[in-house]
């Protein structure tokens, strides 16, 4: 009988798959979380067969529990086969480079006007970059103003995966915003037709059986984009971590170089832990490196673990934005090594559609950061790691000058 690992992935959050893999002799990982069949398999060639739905399929593989907080239910995420591609489509037409341009000019205008508010005062980078990036994502995406958008996206990201007040808050957060979106999209449909703002494409988007979305599906998917957006400003808070411990990297972020930043942003997503594993089920009785994979198995691809693995990566614990500029930058990005979103192609199969919005967020976001003047006070800049998600503990504080 298989030992099960759910108290040990409690306890050790981000480490517990990177260890057990390192202490297999194959580094593929077989046990059971909360008593089903579990397979942890990580690297290039994992992430292959990950990522392809003749092995691994997501129908039924997101707990309630995760669905009730951070996707919300009948999500993307938890589609397959036609019916995912045609709604993945939807995402991804949304996300164009001309697109993402104004989201970033949005978010860098909605940034100028908070920025005066913080000088004088400690102020936590991660809920200051959710504000600014709440403000920005709603008035690209054309959602009627609301105040509790920023708080509700950071606790939907913060509470999925524990237990006690952090998860209820989470559920009550997705509560207020799926009914308040469900409302908005209701008004938009009984208004007349045209424009092409993100809601608009959301609300008037058919499923690939000709229908609406339903109207709590529709706020689902409205979600599955502000609150992601919101929640890169723990990639900012990481950011300014960065820049705290290694302030060389600062010159060149102020001096504007966009290909610098891009370089830093894609090592700040590779460096500090964010998401520590995507979960699907067996398809059928697969096979991986020669285990037997029986037919409903859950399989965990571990993507915290491979952005550290020594044998992808030169000294992974050295943070180095040059490993994505120089001639290993290639390699460095292929869709299959750097794995901070998923791995493959996002418009065949799980990939976050996401990942350019967030190199070029976090690209403008990090030289708003350096350009920045401000003191950090003591505080707890532990970042642990047996927190999921976790971030630097005092949420980055800063007190701008
Ligand atoms: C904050 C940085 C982000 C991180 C670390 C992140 C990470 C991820 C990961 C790990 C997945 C799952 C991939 C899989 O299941 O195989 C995912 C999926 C997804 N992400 Fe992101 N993401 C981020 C930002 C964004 C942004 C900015 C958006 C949208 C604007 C977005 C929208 C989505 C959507 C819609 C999916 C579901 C895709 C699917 O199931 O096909 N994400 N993301």
Same mark, same amino acid.
């Given at each position: ?15 517990? *798959?990177?260890? +057990? ?34 092995? $691994? ?23 397959? +086969? ?10 991804? #037409? ?8 104004? *989201? ?14 913080? $000088? @004088? ?24 103003? /609301?105040?509790?958008?920023?708080? /509700? ?14 998860? %209820? ?24 037709? @045209?424009?092409? #703002? ?9 499923? /690939?059986?000709?229908?609406?979305? #339903? ?8 979600? &599955? ?7 890169? +400003? %723990?990639?900012?808070?990481?950011? !300014?971590?960065? *820049?705290?411990? %290694? ?13 610098? !930043? ?34 409903? +198995? ?8 491979? &952005? ?30 750097? $794995?901070?979103?998923?791995?493959? &192609? ?10 350019? &919005?967030?190199? !070029? ?28 998600? #976790? ?11």
């Amino acid at each position: 009988m298989m030992r099960d690992s759910s108290a040990a992935l409690l306890v050790k959050g981000y480490a517990w *798959l990177p260890d +057990s893999r390192r202490g297999s002799a194959d580094g593929v990982v077989e046990t059971r979380l909360l008593g089903r069949r579990a397979y942890g398999i990580g690297g290039p060639s994992a992430a292959r067969f990950f990522y392809d739905e003749r092995h $691994v399929r997501r129908t039924g593989a997101v707990p309630g529990s995760v669905q009730a907080t951070l996707f919300g239910r009948g999500a993307v995420h938890t589609l397959d +086969s036609l019916e995912h591609r045609h709604r993945k489509a939807m995402f991804l #037409t949304l996300f164009t480079t001309d697109r993402i341009a104004d *989201l970033v000019a949005e978010t860098g205008a909605a940034w100028d006007t908070a920025a005066p508010g913080w $000088v @004088g005062r400690p102020v936590s980078l991660l809920d200051a970059a959710a504000a600014v990036l709440a403000d920005g994502v709603a008035r690209w995406m054309g959602l009627p103003p /609301d105040g509790d958008l920023a708080g /509700d996206c950071v606790a939907m990201v913060d509470g999925f995966a524990t237990a006690g007040q952090r998860h %209820w808050q989470a559920r009550a957060a997705r509560r207020r915003q799926e009914q308040r979106l469900s409302d908005v999209v209701a008004t938009l449909r009984d208004g007349r037709a @045209g424009g092409d #703002t993100p809601l608009e494409v959301i609300a008037r988007h058919r499923a /690939d059986d000709g229908h609406l979305l #339903t109207r709590g599906t529709a706020a689902v998917e409205i979600l &599955n984009i502000a609150r992601p957006t919101v929640a890169v +400003s %723990w990639l900012v808070a990481f950011a !300014a971590h960065a *820049l705290h411990r %290694w302030p060389d990297h600062r010159d060149p972020l102020r001096s504007g170089d966009r290909a610098f !930043a891009e370089a830093f942003a894609h090592e700040v997503r590779r460096f500090y832990p964010f998401a520590p594993f995507v979960g699907g089920r067996a398809a059928g009785d697969v096979e991986f490196a020669g285990h037997a994979i029986p037919t409903g +198995s859950l399989i965990l691809l571990d993507l915290y673990g491979q &952005n550290h693995d020594p044998a992808l990566w030169k000294d992974p614990y050295r943070f180095d934005p040059e490993r994505f500029l120089g001639p290993d930058a290639e390699a460095a990005r292929d869709p299959f090594t750097l $794995v901070s979103q998923g791995a493959g &192609n996002p418009a065949a199969g799980h990939r976050c559609p996401g990942e350019p &919005n967030t190199v !070029a967020l976090l690209s403008d976001l990090a030289i708003r950061v350096a350009c920045l003047d401000y003191d950090v006070p003591p505080q707890d800049l532990d970042i642990p790691l047996d927190r999921v998600p #976790t971030r630097p503990r005092d949420g980055m504080i800063v007190v701008p000058r």
